[in-house]
């Protein structure tokens, strides 16, 4: 492949595309175990967990020796928008990795959401994981004209975790739920927002390889 850049380059986008496909499948899986956990998905998120890492190694690697050959204006941005877009990945991979963490954490101390937080966590997540549809497509058709969406989602989100960490305090207040609680329900909520903030990193990449809104 690398005796023909311009499909190398093609390759990596279709290879960057799957390791965001499993970034998001491990968020979702690991957001499950704080709710309800189960051995068997915590199997499937560790798979997912090295999936990620082999793909951060072996594109990133491929990337910058595609980079080394003479390439096209346009391939040469196509290369840094790939690596932008593994690194907003791996990150997503973390915070998937981190939630993994919270529900063993909250297992091992008998701690569990209240039905009101994980209504909250669960709408969230549903948003955050849309986002990632618009983002997929956006990202893989250049699609300008989707990234307005994507972002009065990450504006929805961003509402969402003010408006959940003010309904927790509340509850805190009432006597409704413990504070033993609050530090994993802060971390899923702020998690949650970051990854939206990759999403549209990622999206954005079209525009600008560094994901910013700003052209």
């Known amino acids: 492949l690398l005796n023909s850049p311009t499909l190398a380059v093609s390759e990596s986008r279709n290879y960057t595309v799957k390791m965001g496909q499993t970034a998001i499948e ?14 068997k998905v915590v199997d499937e998120i560790i798979e997912k967990e090295k999936e990620l890492d082999d793909y951060e190694d072996k594109l990133g690697t491929f990337l910058v020796k595609i980079s080394g050959h003479d390439l096209t204006e346009a391939d040469s941005n196509t290369v840094a928008t ?60 250049s699609q300008k004209d989707e990234l307005s969406g994507l972002t009065e989602l990450e504006q929805n989100v961003d509402n969402m975790k003010r408006e959940l960490i003010a309904d927790h305090f509340n509850r805190l207040a009432e006597g409704n739920c413990s504070v033993e609680v609050s530090p994993y329900y802060s971390s899923v909520v702020v998690g949650l927002e970051r990854v939206a903030d990759h999403l549209v990193n990622v999206g954005y990449s079209i525009v600008n390889p560094t994901g910013s809104q700003k052209n």
Do not use: C, P, Y
């Not at 915070?95 to 909250?106: D, K, L």
């Not at 569990?112 to 937080?117: L, S």
């Not at 948003?127 to 893989?140: L, Q």
């Open 26 to 39: 491990a968020l979702a899986k690991s957001i499950s175990l704080v709710e309800k956990f189960d051995e």
């Open 82 to 141: 790939l690596l932008h877009a593994i690194g907003d990945f791996e990150r997503i991979g973390d915070h998937a990795e981190n939630f993994h963490e919270i529900g063993v954490e909250m297992l091992n101390k008998n701690i569990t959401f209240t039905d009101q937080a994980r209504t909250g966590i669960n709408n969230m997540r549903d948003t955050v994981i849309s986002m990632f549809g618009i983002s997929k497509h956006a990202f893989e058709n």
